[in-house]
């Protein structure tokens, strides 16, 4: 079992609609979780990071974490074109540990 | 102005040329890491520091070294023993305790000529 799952994508929605994003985790001492944006080319940038139950929004995003089920999700509202990337999923607990990403693909 | 900064954005290497790959940072972190990204695909840990003048091999050290003689550099070179060095080259860094992440610098695409 991967320590960071999520599923490759592509993931692909209409401009306007909410994109949901998802990672299980393996380790339960999991301690923050992150989420990184990479465009083509580019390297990763953070975007999001959350550390305890519950929702975090920050503008059109929302990170959400749920420790018991071991999961973590982001939810883009109002997808634009400009959010079509590869969206990485980060744990940390010993060490930061990286899913293989997630590719979404926003509509015009 | 703080930040990760790798040099050169583009490399070419020849048949049995050793490259180096330049990282520097000024955020004061501690640790520093060196990862590899094939088309499509996820990252892979090369290396890593956590201290001055101590690194470890990370999942796919082989073809690779490394050296931490200060805080602010990690320098990678990828020797003539990596066989398919063409790759998308990520350095990172990270404050060593509490729960910040790592921070990635622009990266390096190096291509075998």
């Known amino acids: 079992q991967k320590e960071v799952e999520q599923n490759s994508g592509p993931l692909s929605v209409p401009e306007g609609a909410i994109a949901s994003l998802n990672c299980t985790y393996s380790?339960?001492?999991?301690?923050?979780f992150f989420w990184y944006r990479q465009y083509s080319g580019k390297s990763p940038e953070l975007i999001m990071s959350?550390?305890?139950?519950g929702d975090k929004e920050d503008g059109r995003f929302t990170a959400q974490l749920n420790k018991a089920s071991q999961y973590v999700s982001l939810l883009i509202r109002d997808s634009q074109p400009s959010d079509s990337a590869t969206y990485l999923c980060?744990?940390?607990?010993?060490?930061?540990?990286f899913g293989t990403g997630t590719k979404l693909q926003v509509i015009p | 102005d703080g930040g990760i900064t790798q040099s050169p954005k583009y490399l070419f290497r020849k048949e049995g040329q050793n490259v180096t790959l330049s990282c520097e940072q000024n955020?004061?972190?501690?640790?520093m890491y060196w990862y590899r990204q094939d088309p499509g695909q996820g990252l892979r840990l090369i290396y890593y520091?956590?201290?001055?003048?101590?690194?470890q091999k990370g999942d796919i050290a082989e073809g690779y070294s490394v050296s931490r003689e200060k805080k602010e550099s990690f320098p990678l070179t990828v020797t003539s023993a990596q066989k398919n060095p063409t790759a998308f080259y990520l350095c990172?860094?990270?404050?060593?305790?509490?729960?910040?992440?790592?921070?990635f610098g622009p990266g390096t695409r190096l291509l075998v000529l």
């Open positions: 990172a860094s990270r404050r060593e305790l509490g729960q910040e992440t790592q921070y």
């Open positions: 380790d339960r001492g999991s301690q923050s």
């Open positions: 959350i550390y305890s139950n």
């Open positions: 980060a744990v940390l607990s010993q060490k930061v540990t």
């Open positions: 955020l004061n972190h501690d640790a």
């Open positions: 520091s956590q201290i001055v003048n101590d690194f």
